[in-house]
């Protein structure tokens, strides 16, 4: 029995431990982005919380069984697809304001890993499911949406977003294929880690090689807790997908957008508004329909 078997987690029924897995993962994400929001380099803190990930990881990679070939030609996959996704949603982020491109890329991949778990994995959902995810997407959508939105440099701000999500949702379904097809989930997972912290680590110390010791010392503690928060919010989801059907699990990790706003307002003392109440209880209605029965 592994270290992570033995944990009263695993006691729960699959259903349940994914829910809980799953709100655990959209909590600490949302840790992760109000983090990365006030760090003074995002791509340099990208960097650490990379390389904090893969030191993390390394024992229980090489503690854990290694995972065979087929196994590590989907994981290579998934890194490359995450390697672009970072790309996208650096270029999305600089191009537009957090507030508007955050939500599209998180609201646009659910609906999305929905339709690429129906072709690919062979889910499905009710007709109650689907139109709990219709408004889903449609709450998240407009979620942090602001009254007005700057026309210069629009287009490709929500471009980059949508290219954005459109990533996430086929790295969640290639990730989940892949911890699904592995004989020990958690190796999988671990060796994710190790090789994507690794490649991000030395990506960003090519492209800010440039006073690179500097950059790092004044975001480093933000790395380190990112990657920490990092390393929790994947494995919980990888762990999640790995037990039950993805699509109103992605839509549910997208609770992330709610823990987010609600972090901006107590920590970085953002205004909720009553618009995000509003759209927040829809989200919920949405949630609660994804999971009904029948």
Request: charged share 15%; hydrophobic share 60%; glycine share 10%.
């Amino acid at each position: 029995m592994s270290v992570f078997q033995s944990l009263a987690l695993e006691r729960l029924a699959p259903e349940t431990l994914a829910l809980v897995l799953i709100l655990i993962s959209a909590l600490s994400h949302a840790l992760v982005g109000a983090v990365m929001k006030r760090s003074d380099d995002k791509l340099i803190l990208r960097g650490v919380l990379g390389v904090t990930a893969a030191i993390l990881a390394l024992p229980f990679a090489l503690y854990l069984p290694f995972p065979p070939l087929n196994v590590w030609l989907v994981l290579l996959g998934g890194v490359g697809i995450h390697f672009v996704y970072h790309l996208t949603q650096a270029a999305a982020f600089t191009k537009g304001d957090m507030s508007v491109v955050y939500p599209i890329m998180r609201g646009f991949a659910p609906a999305l890993t929905a339709l690429f778990a129906f072709l690919f994995l062979k889910e499905s959902l009710s007709p109650i499911e689907t139109l709990g995810l219709f408004i889903v997407v449609l709450s998240l959508l407009g979620f942090a949406w602001p009254e007005k939105i700057k026309v210069e440099g629009w287009r490709g701000a929500i471009a980059f977003a949508l290219a954005s999500g459109l990533l996430t949702a086929i790295y969640t379904v290639v990730d989940t294929y892949g911890v699904r097809l592995a004989p020990h989930k958690f190796s999988f997972i671990a060796w994710f880690f190790v090789i994507e912290g690794i490649g991000i680590g030395l990506i960003v110390s090519v492209m800010k090689r440039g006073g690179l010791r500097a950059k790092i010392t004044r975001d480093l503690k933000g790395g380190i807790i990112a990657g920490i928060f990092g390393v929790m919010t994947y494995t919980t989801a990888l762990w999640a997908f790995s037990l039950a059907p993805i699509a109103g699990l992605a839509a549910l990790r997208e609770t992330s957008v709610i823990f987010g706003a609600l972090l901006a307002t107590f920590w970085l003392g953002e205004r909720f508004g009553l618009k995000r109440i509003l759209l927040a209880s829809l989200l919920a209605f949405g949630l609660f329909l994804m999971h009904a029965k029948g």
